[in-house]
């Protein structure tokens, strides 16, 4: 059955969706990636939406807290789309940071630069972009803020449909650019994890996926 235009359901769904979560929360617990489908950041409180039926990042940020103590969080989510659904879950909570870099604009028409909070950061950035502006606003804009709230714990929303040869977006990353992203993305707290969102080249992303978690592993 079809709950949006996007998103649809069949008899091995939630099997699917419990597998993930459960990856994502293994992925926290290890300092792993979490390789998994489908993915979660458009997932509402209340419904699913644009591919996504459970947020599995908000699922490992509650579980860390939960059965880690860990009580601060920063979920870094690079996806060509803005994570409305986790932006959504933690917008009212001191304790979870939230910083969504995107295309802008575009699906789901979220994430805008007038929409900010005291623990949400969106950086939207134009079609075309590529490396030298995804890691100029990383290190300008994202690097401070995250690194002011003093996070115990990142989760990164490793979206790769951002790179060139994506054909759902108009993004420029290359593969070195990811590395780069995840080398940053881990220098910002003790610990890291991060969770598979978007990419839908399967040619290429199987590389892309490589040159994130090499800049993951250079960094820890």
Same mark, same amino acid.
């Given at each position: 059955?079809?709950?949006?235009?996007?998103?649809?359901?069949? %008899?091995?769904?939630? +099997?699917?969706?419990?597998?993930?979560?459960?990856?994502?929360? %293994?992925?926290?617990?290890? !300092?792993?990636?979490?390789?998994?489908?489908?993915?979660?950041?458009?997932?509402?409180?209340?419904?699913?939406?644009?591919?996504?039926?459970?947020?599995?990042?908000?699922?490992?940020?509650?579980?860390?807290?939960?059965?880690?103590?860990?009580?601060? #969080?920063?979920? /870094?989510?690079?996806?060509?789309?803005?994570?409305?659904?986790?932006?959504?879950?933690?917008? @009212?909570?001191?304790?979870?940071?939230?910083?969504?870099?995107?295309?802008?604009?575009?699906?789901?028409?979220?994430?805008?630069?007038?929409?900010?909070?005291?623990?949400?950061?969106?950086?939207?950035?134009?079609? !075309?972009?590529?490396?030298? %502006?995804?890691?100029?606003?990383?290190?300008? #804009? /994202?690097?401070? @803020?995250?690194?002011?709230?003093?996070?115990?714990? /990142?989760?990164?929303?490793?979206?790769?449909?951002?790179?060139? %040869?994506?054909?759902? @977006?108009?993004?420029?990353?290359?593969?070195?650019?990811?590395? +780069?992203?995840?080398?940053?993305?881990?220098?910002?707290?003790?610990? #890291?994890?991060?969770?598979?969102?978007?990419?839908?080249? #399967?040619?290429?992303?199987?590389?892309?996926? @490589?040159?994130?978690?090499?800049?993951? +592993?250079?960094?820890?």
């Amino acid at each position: 059955m079809w709950l949006d235009p996007d998103t649809i359901a069949s %008899e091995t769904t939630f +099997e699917a969706c419990l597998l993930a979560a459960g990856a994502a929360i %293994e992925a926290a617990a290890r !300092g792993g990636f979490a390789l998994i489908r489908p993915p979660g950041h458009h997932a509402l409180p209340d419904r699913q939406m644009g591919f996504c039926f459970f947020d599995n990042v908000a699922i490992a940020a509650r579980w860390a807290q939960a059965e880690l103590g860990v009580r601060r #969080v920063a979920i /870094v989510d690079w996806d060509v789309h803005h994570g409305n659904g986790t932006e959504a879950i933690f917008r @009212a909570d001191p304790s979870v940071f939230f910083v969504s870099l995107h295309q802008w604009p575009f699906y789901p028409g979220t994430g805008g630069p007038d929409d900010q909070g005291e623990t949400t950061l969106n950086v939207p950035l134009r079609a !075309g972009s590529g490396d030298d %502006e995804y890691l100029d606003a990383f290190e300008r #804009v /994202v690097e401070p @803020a995250v690194s002011a709230f003093e996070p115990e714990l /990142v989760l990164v929303s490793a979206g790769f449909d951002a790179h060139a %040869e994506d054909p759902l @977006a108009g993004m420029l990353l290359s593969a070195e650019g990811f590395g +780069e992203l995840a080398r940053g993305s881990a220098a910002l707290a003790p610990k #890291v994890a991060a969770v598979l969102e978007g990419g839908y080249n #399967v040619e290429t992303l199987p590389g892309l996926v @490589a040159a994130a978690i090499e800049g993951f +592993e250079v960094s820890k």
